[in-house]
Nanobody, 124 residues
Framework: QVQLVESGGGLVQAGGSLRLSCAASGRTFSTYAMGWFRQAPGKEREFVAAISRSGGTSHYTDSVKGRFTISRDNAKNTVYLQKNSLKPEDTAVYYC?????????????????WGQGTQVTVSS
């Protein structure tokens, strides 16, 4: 079992920054890949970013490339999502997820464990 707890969400003005954190427990952190997804009201949950077990490889959805950075600290059992140049369309509940099997970074159905989500609201 893996438990994931997100933090760092909140209200920010357009152009601002936020850093989300996701603390993991219950299993050796370096044995699973991590992803961030988001879900806006009335929309499906979508892929945002993912990072490999070692942290050496990352993937991003096109809309956040150059603005968001995913990173992980395996010593602290934590994955981060640094979000810069935020836009109103980034408003959503953000979820972190852990994938313990074959890594399929953009496929939400491949992730085995999910956090409860943290709300990010970007005002214009």
């Amino acid at each position: 079992q893996v438990q994931l707890v997100e933090s760092g969400g909140g209200l920010v003005q357009a152009g601002g920054s936020l850093r989300l954190s996701c603390a993991a427990s219950g299993r050796t952190f370096s044995t699973y890949a991590m992803g961030w997804f988001r879900q806006a009201p009335g929309k499906e949950r979508e892929f945002v970013a993912a990072i490999s077990r070692s942290g050496g490889t990352s993937h991003y959805t096109d809309s956040v490339k150059g603005r968001f950075t995913i990173s992980r600290d395996n010593a602290k059992n934590t994955v981060y999502l640094q979000k810069n140049s935020l836009k109103p369309e980034d408003t959503a509940v953000y979820y972190c997820a852990a994938e313990t099997g074959v890594w399929s970074p953009r496929n939400r159905n491949a992730y085995d464990y999910w956090g409860q989500g943290t709300q990010v609201t970007v005002s214009s």
